[in-house]
Structures are given as C-alpha cells and as structure tokens.
C-alpha cells in the first residue's frame, strides 16, 4: 500500500444534516402504527353508524334522545367522536410535519392539537347531554 494516499471513508449523510446533527427522531414507527389502530378502529364504528342512521331516518328529537340515552348507543358513539378526532389529529400532525417549516411549525402543531380537542370534547359533551338529557318539556 502506498502510505502516501489517505484513506478515503464515504459517509451517507449530507454536511448539512451532520452539522446540524439532524437525524431520526424515532418516532415514526410509532405515529404509522398509531394512525393505523385508529383507522381500524374507525371502520366497524363507522359502520354501526350508518346503520343507525339509516334506521333513526325520519325520527322525530324525541325518538333520537330515547335511542342516545341508551348506555350502549351513547358509549359507541362518544368512541366514535373521540376516535374521529383523535384520528384526525393524528393526520394532521402529519400534513403540518410536512408542508409546515420555520417559524410557523410549532404554533400550527399546538394549534392542530387545541383545534381537534376542543372540536373533540365539544362532540363528547354533546353526547353526554343526549344520553343524560333532561326529560322533554310538557307544554
């Protein structure tokens, strides 16, 4: 070997990123995983939905209380709320981690995040007076 000539390593990473020490934040995985339970989840919840509306059409507000203040509707459908706003938080982390840099990520991120629960305990507390609705009005 000539002792002359330096070794020469090649590195797969750019200058940039290792100047900065960017890297991986390990959370990837984790947050595809999560958005895939939730979407699973979503499917058969969704479904009895439907259902439900399609046998509650035509049904006067009365008809409609009676069926949410039943333990098992109003159960199924605050999962529903919460899942749907939990999913939908989830995917908008994701839009917001890639379109959104510089200044603007982390206020639109905490945004997103204060957005989709409020929107989310608005639907919870909708629910909960549905199922625990006072009794209608004579009159």
């Known amino acids: 070997m ?5 070794t020469h390593r090649t590195v797969m990473r750019s200058q940039l990123g290792r100047a900065r020490g960017l890297g991986s934040g390990h959370s990837g995985t984790g947050h595809w995983i ?8 979503l499917l058969p919840l ?7 509306m399609f046998r509650l059409g035509g049904a006067d507000y009365e008809q409609v209380a009676k ?3 039943k333990p098992v ?8 709320v919460a899942t749907s706003f939990y ?3 989830v995917g908008l982390q994701v839009i917001v981690d890639d379109y959104v840099h510089g ?6 991120k905490l945004l997103v995040k204060i957005g989709t629960g409020l929107l989310g305990l ?7 007076k549905l199922a625990l609705g006072r009794p209608a009005s004579k009159g």
């Open 34 to 41: 999560v958005e895939r339970v939730s979407a699973a989840s």
């Open 67 to 69: 069926w949410g203040g």
């Open 103 to 108: 200044k603007a990520h982390a206020p639109t």
């Open 122 to 128: 608005l639907g919870i507390v909708s629910v909960l």
């Open 73 to 80: 509707n109003a159960t199924l459908l605050t999962a529903l």
């Open 46 to 52: 969704s479904g009895w939905f439907v259902i439900q």
């Open 87 to 89: 999913h939908a938080e």
């Open 2 to 6: 000539n002792a002359t000539s330096p």
